[in-house]
């Protein structure tokens, strides 16, 4: 059914629905219909945020719709054939670049970008074109029991993780970490942490640690949530994990966050991080294209993305909100991982680019680990 749906698409676009890049495109009124995944829990925050917008724009009016997060794919896809599209949609940069494959995004003009984390920004383009802009990231951090780390280092690599993998075995029956390699996408994000040329190096690093028992079996199967479990039992001594996994650890495991510390996430041979990210994108096919921009940069700008930061615990993308104290300082452990995630943000381009079937890429390089590891 989403291949059939793509096919439609590409119809439209061949069928000449393509608009021009945005310096105009203003439609026959000023109601920006705006599309958002899962937001409805900061409906205050959104209503303010709109409210002063609408202010500082006499005229323009915000229409917000918060999608269900499972819904969001299926209804885009649906509204981009529509002959009346949102004019901004929050999406996941995965299934923007699909669009943007497609010919279904607005290409936005990059003078427009200059508030924010330009490494982020670069992420988000294809053909070096410029087709969404960025919301919201995360960046997980290498969280860490003290205790059972005894006085061994934190490693900085998965070189220096498999290093000391025996050790942390022979010493305390302890597993150093589980990577859950065949949830989603953590295989490919760990390969963009290396060089193309060495992708069987990789592969072969976790198939020893398997072999060896230095890694759980359940590594290949099971998932993050899992691996949170056992950290909070005690019986792996590394999760790499996003600084929210920190109040879970308080609440259901109060021990082991009284022995836990943070460190930045493990890396490979380019020192590169992973992080994930929410972004806006603009239909081609949207009525309302220059004021559906200014909105999306009034929503990223410092004074907006520093308000929605405090309220969840989501990374800023505006530049000058990322050098806000509530990123540079720390007092205690969730937000000295803030800080550490934040500082992540300024080495996160990856190897590997979104590719028009990037799904069924990292299906393939998940059943190849899976294959690899059990022969």
């Not at 061949?14 to 937001?39: H, N, Y």
């Not at 529509?82 to 669009?99: K, V």
């Not at 970008?113 to 070096?128: R, S, V």
């Amino acid at each position: 059914m989403f291949r059939k749906l793509i096919v439609i698409i590409v119809c439209f676009i061949l069928a000449g629905c393509i608009a021009p890049l945005i310096k105009g495109g203003r439609g026959d009124g000023s109601e920006v219909t705006f599309w958002t995944l899962q937001m409805n829990d900061f409906a205050p925050y959104m209503n303010s945020v709109i409210a002063e917008f609408e202010a500082q724009n006499p005229g323009m009016k915000i229409k917000w719709v918060d999608v269900p997060f499972s819904e969001g794919e299926k209804r885009t896809l649906a509204a981009i054939l529509s002959d009346n599209p949102p004019d901004l949609i929050n999406l996941n940069p995965d299934f923007s670049a699909l669009l943007a494959q497609r010919g279904a995004l607005q290409e936005i003009d990059p003078t427009q970008t200059g508030q924010f984390n330009q490494e982020i920004l670069n992420t988000l383009k294809y053909n070096d074109k410029l087709y969404s802009l960025p919301w919201y990231a995360t960046s997980a951090v290498t969280i860490y029991n003290k205790k059972l780390l005894a006085s061994l280092s934190v490693p900085k690599t998965y070189e220096d993780l498999g290093k000391i993998a025996p050790v942390i075995r022979q010493k305390t029956g302890a597993y150093a970490f589980m990577p859950n390699l065949t949830e989603n996408d953590t295989m490919p994000r760990i390969l963009n942490k290396y060089p193309k040329d060495k992708e069987d190096a990789v592969f072969d690093y976790f198939r020893k640690l398997y072999k060896e028992d230095l890694i759980p079996k359940e590594s290949i199967t099971q998932t993050q949530r899992e691996a949170l479990e056992k950290y909070m039992s005690g019986q792996i001594v590394f999760l790499q994990a996003g600084p929210n996994f920190l109040l879970q650890i308080k609440e259901n495991a109060p021990a082991t966050y009284a022995e836990t510390d943070v460190a930045p996430q493990i890396t490979g041979e380019l020192g590169q991080n992973d992080f994930s990210l929410m972004n806006l994108v603009i239909p081609s096919r949207a009525r309302h294209k220059e004021e559906a921009l200014k909105f999306a940069l009034f929503l990223t700008n410092e004074k907006n993305q520093l308000e929605l930061a405090k309220l969840t615990n989501i990374l800023a993308v505006n530049q000058k909100a990322l050098q806000d104290e509530f990123y540079t300082k720390y007092d205690d452990l969730p937000s000295k991982a803030r800080v550490i995630s934040a500082k992540q943000l300024n080495k996160v381009n990856p190897v590997f680019l979104p590719a028009r079937n990037q799904k069924e890429i990292n299906t393939q390089i998940n059943l190849k680990i899976q294959k690899l590891l059990l022969d």
